[in-house]
């Protein structure tokens, strides 16, 4: 087991949170009922497909989700003995940016093309710490450095435009980093990079977690990634988890289903795979969800009762973890 | 001969900028490739953003006018064509696209978009062009009732099956497939995947196959090209370059990829390069991986090494080709590089 990962160190706790967001079309259950907690040191990886909801479900810890049309239907997001989803805005805001910070996909939309890279990692600690100018420039130049950007002391003054993207993804981990969070949220943050820059931010990230021993949520719908950082993982299908286990278990012995199909679905790089066993159909609507299990209409083991009755995360008969399949050891 | 052969191709994008709009540099997006593609074969050709595979891509299909260079396809060459014969000699040659919400004219039915080459080319009309556009998507795994929807109304996946069917349309002897199923869900890329392969199998179509995700091209793949900055630096059979890559390059590019099997990920020894790929403008001069190579000397700087087989069952464009095992103890001296070899890291 990863040694930075302190499995008594409770960090974060997630209990039922369940998102909407109503539309013309009618309401979109985008996260239903998502419960996990997150340890000092650990990563947790949240896996999923498009529209698994697994992006919505942290931008609800961070107050991302828009309201109207989007609402925190249920659940509550349990950190340093506070709720961050009925606190006051004013508590939250004390602890986003600063306790809890969040990295997204797309480095370039996310920083603001009229100001230096450098001004913009350090204003959260002039606006939140009070730091003068100089002070903060002077953090920020640390933290680039920190980050492995080279010449951080001149490029501290150079624009977003004026970093690759690899760069980019750097400085939004330093901005992140600015005010020592003990939670860090990564949304896909290596899917816009190329590989052989997804491997020197993914060192990253573990030398930082090393360091800092911090939590980290990775959001990610790529296996290899998940494989090669994650201590758990949470599988997300139609908004709800559908599997949690340790990654180890997650990848020797897929308990549900679908994670099987997805395992068997990839094309490995170091071996041969004979011809790819794909999931057949597609996503369910999140507006129109099978009554059953939302895996239900692709998955090869259904049974009548899978379409009448919706599954619950139950221990998986054969090694640790929670799967929600009623057909667990049936097939 | 081969179905198509590339040689030599050149293609360089003027910056045209000032008062006169004269052109003030030029991108060197492809700078000499050349390479075959067999009949009812795949070649993969990967490399990451801005390597010119796409660019490679384009210029064949005279999307883009080439600066230099021939494509010779069936042994006419492309680049020389024009009007009438161009147009015809297209129906062998066709492309399918990364996205296939873009690529998808949004106000024509399946049928339309399906049936359009067969209208242009005059292979069909009337009731025959119904039955082949049925035949078309019945062969993609379309349902033939869904042929009078329009492109919003399918799923990606689906989408992307439209997009093979036009392309199957003309009876083609190449399809150009350009980032095919990067845009695609995992457990929907492995439905298109399989797909490709069936119809390759019943038509003995080539494909010329581009992507960055390197385990896709080797499950899809006969053949394999690796490009950095404009040019080909390693190309050969699949288990060739997969089981014994020679250039460093390509060791680092197949090293980046996580494996999804945390195991395997504990005991694999990576090559983590430092820094950004060059500016294309300005290309280091000799080999062009050498500003990022742990091997470089002098040598690399000034004189290119050509795309050659030193005896190894494949060719490579380094002047010091060796395998994995070594290049990652060479490596692992030099410490330009870090390697990344996780018995050894401490907590």
């Known amino acids: 087991m990863n040694p930075r990962f302190d499995p008594d160190l409770l960090l974060m706790e997630v209990n039922g949170l369940t998102v909407e967001f109503d539309t013309p079309d009618g309401t979109v259950h985008a996260v239903t009922d998502v419960s996990y907690r997150l340890h000092r040191g650990e990563t947790l990886a949240i896996l999923g497909e498009s529209g698994s909801g697994k992006s919505v479900s942290v931008q609800a810890i961070m107050g991302l989700v828009p309201s109207p049309p989007g609402r925190i239907a249920a659940g509550s997001v349990m950190f340093q003995g506070l709720d961050l989803v009925s606190a006051s805005r004013t508590e939250v805001n004390k602890l986003l940016g600063s306790e809890i910070a969040m990295i997204f996909q797309d480095p370039l939309s996310s920083l603001n093309p009229v100001f230096p890279v450098g001004w913009q990692i350090g204003e959260a600690l002039r606006v939140k710490d009070g730091l003068s100018r100089a002070d903060a420039r002077a953090r920020a130049v640390d933290l680039m450095d920190r980050v492995h950007i080279p010449n951080a002391r001149k490029r501290v003054r150079d624009y977003p435009h004026e970093f690759s993207g690899g760069m980019r993804q750097r400085a939004m981990i330093a901005m992140a980093l600015a005010q020592d969070p003990k939670v860090l949220i990564a949304d896909e943050p290596t899917t816009a990079l190329d590989v052989t820059v997804q491997a020197q931010i993914m060192d990253l990230l573990d030398e930082i977690q090393r360091e800092s021993k911090m939590g980290l949520i990775l959001i990610t719908h790529d296996l290899g990634v998940v494989a090669s950082v994650a201590d758990s993982v949470l599988v997300m299908y139609g908004g709800r988890i559908i599997e949690r286990a340790s990654a180890d278990d997650f990848y020797a012995k897929p308990a549900h289903p679908y994670s099987q199909g997805l395992l068997a679905s990839v094309p490995r790089l170091l071996s041969d795979m004979g011809r790819l066993q794909p999931i057949d159909g597609a996503p369910p609507s999140l507006i129109h969800l099978p009554p059953g299990c939302s895996f239900g209409p692709r998955c090869p083991h259904v049974a009548q009762e899978c379409l009448t009755d919706r599954p619950h995360l139950v221990e998986v008969p054969t090694r640790p973890g929670l799967a929600a399949c009623k057909r667990m050891g049936k097939f | 001969m081969s179905l198509l052969e590339v040689r030599d191709l050149v293609k360089e994008f003027p910056l045209r900028g000032g008062i006169f709009n004269l052109t003030q540099n030029k991108v060197q997006a492809v700078s000499g490739v050349s390479f075959d593609v067999e009949a009812g074969q795949t070649h993969g050709l990967v490399g990451e953003s801005g390597c010119g595979k796409s660019t490679v891509a384009r210029t064949i299909l005279r999307l883009h006018k080439a600066t230099s260079g021939s494509v010779f396809l069936d042994g006419r060459d492309l680049l020389a064509l024009s009007g009438r014969e161009l147009r015809e000699a297209r129906a062998d040659l066709q492309i399918i696209f990364q996205d296939p919400f873009a690529s998808l004219n949004p106000r024509m039915t399946v049928r339309d978009i399906v049936g359009e080459p067969l209208i242009i080319h005059k292979r069909a009309s009337g009731d025959e062009l119904r039955t082949r556009v049925d035949e078309l998507l019945d062969q993609v795994g379309l349902d033939t009732g ?202």
């Open chain 2, 146 to 347: 869904f042929a009078n929807r329009y492109p919003h109304q399918f799923s990606g996946g689906q989408r992307q099956r439209i997009g093979i069917a036009r392309a199957l349309a003309l009876d083609p002897k190449l399809i150009v497939c350009d980032e095919p199923v990067s845009a695609l869900d995992v457990s929907i890329q492995a439905q298109v995947i399989n797909l490709l392969k069936d119809i390759q199998k019943e038509r003995g179509l080539a494909f010329l196959f581009i992507a960055h995700d390197l385990a896709v091209v080797r499950h899809i793949s006969d053949v394999v090209s690796v490009m950095y900055l404009g040019r080909i630096v390693e190309t050969g059979p699949i288990h060739e370059i997969y089981d014994n890559a020679q250039h460093p390059y390509t060791q680092a590019l197949l090293s980046a990829v996580p494996e999804p099997d945390p195991q395997t990920e504990r005991t694999r020894k990576r090559l983590v390069l430092t820094g950004d790929v060059p500016d294309p403008i300005d290309p280091p001069s000799g080999c062009r991986f050498r500003t990022r190579c742990w091997k470089a000397t002098e040598l690399c700087a000034n004189e290119t090494p050509p795309l050659v087989d030193p005896g190894i069952g494949h060719a490579v464009a380094c002047h010091y080709p060796e395998p994995l095992a070594v290049a990652v103890e060479v490596a692992a001296r030099s410490g330009e590089v870090a390697v990344r070899d996780p018995f050894a890291m401490g907590s």
